[in-house]
């Protein structure tokens, strides 16, 4: 069955620094996705991708973030200087159309520690 | 009121148990509903999709939608301990940003 693959599964990283996560979705899907889980929360969705630009992005989106897709198979997140509060869980996640219609297929995800 | 409230448990049911899970929301808007669920340390993984209100049901797993209510449910028959996970209920309106609920966890025991 294909999947959502993402690298790398942990990353721990000082603060202020940049990190980059990392996400191939499947082949032929059109839409992509970045969702976040801080421990013990509920996810939360941070941005879609569409056509090699931003569909919509939540208030946690801020200029700190940013996502590229630099090539025909990797789905970037860039966070520019990590804070504490950005330790969480980074889902990315795709689909054939938009979630309104199948839902979507998740990655296992990337567990961010920021020290 | 929050947009989706789900009580997180956690719920502990023998095996065999029927499990019933909920969720409700505010924002009239929601039309699409889905169930995900979330083994420790991996991404959500979609169950049940279902659109506007009524019953789908797909082998041991019933998920219905009442929208007058604001209510959504997943039933799951038969349960079984390799069903222990978290379920989280998701919705949207015709974008692609789900609202996800809390999740709750289940435990089945042998």
């Known amino acids: 069955e294909p999947e959502v693959t993402q690298t790398p599964s942990h990353q721990v990283t000082q603060m202020g620094q940049e990190v980059i996560l990392r996400c191939v979705p499947i082949?032929?899907?059109?839409?992509f996705y970045w969702y976040r889980q801080i421990l013990g929360q509920k996810v939360e969705f941070l941005v879609s991708?569409?056509?090699?630009?931003?569909?919509?992005k939540s208030e946690i989106f801020d200029d700190q973030f940013s996502v590229e897709r630099p090539d025909g198979s990797n789905f970037t997140l860039k966070i520019r200087s990590t804070k504490l509060e950005d330790s969480a869980m980074y889902f990315c996640a795709s689909s054939l159309q938009g979630a309104a219609n199948y839902g979507y297929t998740f990655g296992s995800g990337t567990r961010l520690t920021v020290v | 009121q929050k947009e989706v409230e789900q009580d997180p448990g956690p719920l502990s049911v023998p095996e065999g148990a029927i499990v019933s899970l909920n969720c409700t929301y505010s924002?009239?808007?929601?039309?699409?509903f889905m169930w995900y669920r979330q083994y420790s340390r991996k991404g959500p993984e979609l169950l049940m999709y279902?659109?506007?209100?009524g019953n789908k049901e797909d082998g041991r797993f019933t998920a219905q939608v009442d929208k007058s209510s604001k209510y959504i449910s997943l039933f799951i028959r038969d349960s079984q301990p390799s069903d222990s996970a978290t379920y989280l209920c998701a919705m949207t309106s015709n974008t692609g940003k789900l609202i996800f609920g809390q999740g709750t966890t289940l435990q089945v025991k042998p």
């Open positions: 924002n009239s808007a929601f039309q699409y």
């Open positions: 279902t659109y506007s209100s």
């Open positions: 991708f569409y056509n090699n630009e931003i569909s919509e």
């Open positions: 082949s032929n899907h059109l839409y």
